[in-house]
């Protein structure tokens, strides 16, 4: 890498230029029957250049299909130009992939992953106190500190953030390997240095760059107003408390500064249980002075009911994934419930079939989490069944919002003022923080502004884009969203793992197994291993291969010793004792991995594929 010029992402909006007979073909040209695979057959994945990385319906760019999460794999059905067609599942065939989330990514917004390994968390990586994990990013300066074990003339580049890595999920957010190979350190140590990708760390120069005179407007308004949209228990029991909200929103945020209350809306999504006559209602954002009526109308409506729970998941889901939001700058979500909540969503709320069942409050609130959108959530009476709170609570605190609970002594009128402060609170935070950012903002000779990507968080950059705002992310020295860099073997900080799935883990134990019977029918010994190496590789690999360059190339993976570094006729023309002695070392491995299959069933069983220490691996 060294020489190269520092990798970088451009983030402006996919233009959708292109005619609607070229977006048919487009859409048309890239199917296949079978998945997208390199020259070994192993099936390309792909990993988001950033945390806001989009994918379409076609390779036009024109409609939205879903968001790739960071670090994720995401696996190619096919190519077409300039975009890949991904899906979200872990798919051998076509089939299998188009059963989950499938869109098209521009290329130059994604890394190739072209193996199974990565660097997983430890747990020592979670406490509060340790060294940051380093990298390089320059091959040349990594091999002189290798050299010479000096950090202060050859530094890395990319320092972690340890905030953001103890937020993270230890089985699911691993580091991705592109490749690793074994080097000495001041000549003596010998080290496995890893070419991973990383969340890196953005340097004090990077600024988004290119927003014209005519988006300058809209960009003021995505960063300087939020929009909440009220999620509210419409039955039957909820009029009190509506009217005490509406009477409580229409005194405290009224007297709010003027900028805030000029750069704020509100919404609702009204629900009731799922077996009323009018299950939903939305409301688009409204001006907050016209907010505090529109409830107090609704109140007079609220009716039904009788369920014991109610599917507050459900209509939190709806206001996040499918309600419009229209051009709301900051998103922000109250939710309101009375009773009990249904523990998951069960997907009747909504007439059209557009929310899933079976979500639980972590992955709804994950959901939020990933869109920036945190939720304040409000026991609205003193009835409280088994589910209300962790369901309320996990909304509130997996997404940064707040849980009102009702409390002793409370009241309708009590509760319903605790609610509009902590939105006058979260509605004045978010404009200030906007007009913070605005105040940063600086126009060029050319009449285009640049803003400090320091002051933007995801969220922020997220709202411009949704508003229409063209950018460029000009990441300045060294600075990148997700980049590939080199890091040190690290016993402490971080582990190996290949990504495995169960039948391909009974592919090499079986594999190995045949290789350790030791036989005297050389040819059905041949035949034997043929086939066992068949049942990973297929038919056609190439037998001038060693064993072990077969295996890893159709699987992406790398062996820790060279125990198959032979080819299928070695073992034949090795003596008695040679063989004994080999094969012994292969029916060792052979236990391991079987053992390890045995001692995590109940994961293999349940999941598609188990991130599984590469240390199991011979």
């Not at 609607?20 to 695979?37: D, F, G, Q, Y």
């Not at 003339?153 to 089985?171: G, I, K, N, S």
């Not at 709170?389 to 409370?410: I, K, N």
């Not at 010994?525 to 190339?553: F, L, N, R």
């Amino acid at each position: 890498m060294s020489g190269e010029t520092p990798l970088r992402f451009e983030f402006s909006k996919l233009l959708a230029a292109a005619s609607l007979s070229l977006a048919s073909t487009a859409a048309n040209a890239c199917e296949t029957e079978a998945m997208m695979t390199n020259d070994f057959g192993f099936i390309f994945k792909v990993v988001a250049g950033s945390d806001k990385i989009k994918t379409y319906k076609d390779a036009s760019g024109s409609e939205e299909s879903f968001e790739m999460e960071l670090l994720r794999p995401y696996f190619v059905i096919c190519e077409e130009g300039d975009y890949y067609r991904v899906t979200d599942l872990n798919a051998d065939t076509v089939d299998q992939a188009l059963a989950g989330m499938t869109g098209y990514v521009e290329k130059r917004q994604v890394h190739l992953w072209n193996t199974r390994e990565a660097l997983n968390f430890s747990e020592i990586a979670f406490l509060e106190e340790r060294p940051e994990i380093v990298a390089w990013d320059d091959e040349a300066v990594l091999n002189d500190f290798m050299r010479t074990g000096n950090k202060k003339l050859y530094p890395p580049v990319f320092q972690e953030d340890l905030e953001a890595t103890r937020m993270r999920e230890r089985a699911t957010r691993p580091y991705p390997v592109l490749g690793s190979d074994m080097r000495l350190l001041r000549e003596t140590a010998e080290k496995r240095v890893y070419n991973v990708l990383l969340p890196a760390a953005i340097s004090g120069e990077a600024k988004i760059t290119g927003i014209s005179t005519e988006d300058v407007e809209r960009a003021q308004v995505a960063l300087s107003t939020a929009t909440f949209v009220v999620v509210f228990d419409a039955t039957g029991s909820m009029e009190k408390f509506a009217l005490a909200t509406a009477k409580s929103i229409n005194g405290a945020l009224s007297s709010l500064p003027k900028d805030v209350r000029d750069g704020s809306t509100m919404g609702f999504v009204f629900y009731r249980d799922a077996g009323d006559e009018e299950k939903l209602l939305s409301v688009e954002p409204i001006p907050l002075g016209e907010a505090a009526a529109a409830l107090e109308k609704a109140a007079d409506f609220m009716t039904g009911g009788g369920d014991v729970a109610e599917p507050v998941l459900d209509a939190v889901y709806y206001a996040s994934n499918i309600y419009d939001w229209g051009q709301s700058g900051r998103k922000l979500m109250l939710a309101v419930l009375n009773g009990d909540a249904k523990p998951a969503t069960i997907a009747t709320l909504d007439d059209d079939g557009r929310i899933p069942a079976g979500m639980d409050a972590f992955s709804v609130a994950r959901d939020l989490y990933e869109q920036g959108i945190p939720a304040i959530t409000v026991q609205a009476s003193a009835d409280a069944g088994p589910n209300l709170m962790p369901v309320l609570q996990t909304l509130s605190d997996e997404t940064g919002g707040a849980f009102v609970p009702w409390g002793s002594g409370a009241n309708e009128a009590m509760i319903a003022e605790q609610v509009t402060l902590l939105l006058g609170e979260r509605a004045t935070a978010s404009v200030e923080e906007g007009k913070k950012v605005l105040g940063q903002m600086v126009m060029d000779l050319n009449g285009y502004a640049s803003i400090p990507l320091k002051v933007l968080d995801g969220e922020k950059l997220e709202r411009l884009r949704a508003a229409g705002v063209d950018f460029n992310i000009d990441p300045g020295e060294n600075g990148v969203l997700v980049r590939e860099g080199y890091v040190l073997e690290n016993d402490d900080l971080l582990s190996p793992t290949i990504q495995i799935e169960k039948e391909t883990l009974l592919g090499l134990v079986n594999l190995y197994s045949v290789l350790a019977t030791v036989g005297v029918d050389e040819d059905a010994m041949i035949q034997s291993i043929s086939e066992a190496i068949s049942a990973i590789a297929g038919e056609d690999y190439d037998p001038e291969d060693t064993i072990e360059e077969i295996v890893e190339k159709k699987l992406g993976i790398q062996f820790r010793s060279n125990l198959l570094q032979f080819d299928i006729n070695y073992i034949p023309a090795m003596v008695p004792a040679e063989r004994l002695a080999l094969t012994k070392r292969i029916q060792d491995a052979a236990t391991k991995l079987s053992q390890y299959l045995e001692a995590n069933q109940e994961e293999f069983d349940t999941q598609v594929a188990v991130w599984m220490p590469i240390a199991v691996l011979p």
